[in-house]
């Protein structure tokens, strides 16, 4: 493979600032798969996928998180589209039909739509607020949501699933209508976990982007009764070099939560699974800052995809 790109995906192809570059990748895995063209509600996703992260969907502010930002949601929705057509060529997998696909990719592409804020909102100023409530938001919004595109009939299952990619509750405790849509979460958080650990500036966005989020979430501290609080992460540094030890947690999680779901990405690249491959790069690259103590090895440049906030005013006054 070429140097690969900060922008792009595991493959180096994909362009995943791009709403129009994983929607016509997607687009093509649901035709393979079901031979049949793509419906005009998901283009319609990606399209209200955009506005609402630039802040042009009504109610809402753009998104100002850096790290949960467009990116993140597009290369989790094209990890999720590869897992969800691995598992329907497996010879073990389930039958993921049509609809479900779609369910998919609509729950993947607002997972984290509960960091934005709405424009009524007087209590918080940053969409990271919302940390430790994001994912009961995104369920709410899209609730609201799927009606506007044809798919209300799956709009009660998209606000269970969508708790998969979240700790709001464990997993073994989401109600969902029935086993194809435990199906889907279970891949869905797959694809949360192994989409941002395998982006190419995943330490560095840990280390300027992350933590930052952290501290406004409130998730840097974990309170354990009335008069002690256990402090998680001092710093950035801290958040980075912790990497290995989280992905240890992570694994766990895929494994035994998650059912292991992600091992279907390798029937989609042929027996290869790029997304562990690029995780593994990054946990050694933690590991060897944590063991040089350089956190100038962190010399990646993350792409930019918040909307500027004049801009957004300026916008606002046309």
Not at 90 to 112: E, Y
Not at 178 to 198: F, T
Not at 234 to 243: G, T
Not at 257 to 286: M, R, S, T, W
């Amino acid at each position: 493979m070429a140097h690969r790109r900060s922008e792009f995906d595991v493959t180096n192809r994909i362009d995943t600032t791009e709403p129009g570059a994983v929607a016509g990748e997607t687009g093509g895995i649901y035709e393979r798969l079901y031979q049949r063209e793509v419906p005009a509600n998901l283009a319609q996703a990606f399209d209200d996928l955009a506005r609402l992260y630039r802040g042009e969907f009504p109610g809402y502010h753009p998104c100002d998180t850096d790290y949960h930002d467009i990116q993140h949601v597009l290369d989790v929705t094209l990890a999720m589209a590869r897992l969800m057509d691995g598992c329907v060529r497996s010879a073990t997998g389930a039958t993921i039909g049509a609809p479900q696909f779609l369910l998919g990719i609509v729950t993947a592409l607002f997972h984290d739509c509960g960091y934005i804020r709405h424009r009524k909102d007087t209590k918080h100023q940053y969409g990271a607020e919302y940390t430790l409530t994001h994912v009961s938001r995104g369920a709410r919004f899209l609730a609201e949501y799927l009606p506007t595109i044809g798919m209300s009939e799956l709009a009660a299952a998209a606000g269970r699933v969508i708790h998969f990619t979240g700790y709001e509750m464990p997993v073994s405790r989401i109600r969902v209508p029935g086993p194809e849509y435990r199906l889907i979460g279970n891949l869905l958080g797959s694809a949360d976990i192994l989409a941002q650990m395998a982006d190419r500036c995943y330490l560095e966005k840990c280390y300027g982007r992350l933590y930052p989020e952290f501290v406004l979430g409130g998730v840097t501290r974990r309170r354990i009764d009335d008069v002690t609080e256990e402090i998680l992460y001092r710093s950035a540094a801290e958040l980075v070099l912790k990497v290995p030890n989280f992905y240890q947690v992570a694994t766990r999680r895929l494994d035994q939560d998650l059912d292991a779901h992600y091992v279907y990405a390798e029937k989609h690249f042929g027996d290869q699974n790029l997304y562990l491959e690029e995780v593994n790069k990054n946990v050694e690259h933690a590991r060897s800052i944590g063991s040089d103590g350089d956190l100038t090895l962190l010399r990646r440049q993350p792409p930019t995809t918040i909307v500027d906030v004049e801009d957004e005013d300026q916008r606002r006054l046309l």
